[in-house]
């Protein structure tokens, strides 16, 4: 299970500065209208395993 932050991490995707690129990885859920698995506590969506495949 992945946040969104760990995501862009696995997938290489950057900013200038060297974060996470959450705001692309966001983009690119929406475009394959990815459903989290589920909620943490604090409302950080959780995706699944098979979104990192979807998105390669």
């Known amino acids: ?26 983009s690119l859920l929406k475009e394959i209208e990815a459903v989290p698995a589920y909620y943490e506590s604090n409302s950080i969506p959780i995706y699944g395993h098979c979104v990192l495949a979807l998105l390669r």
């Open 1 to 26: 299970m992945h946040t969104i932050a760990e995501i862009a991490e696995a997938l290489g995707l950057r900013t200038a500065n060297g974060r996470p690129h959450v705001q692309l990885v966001r």
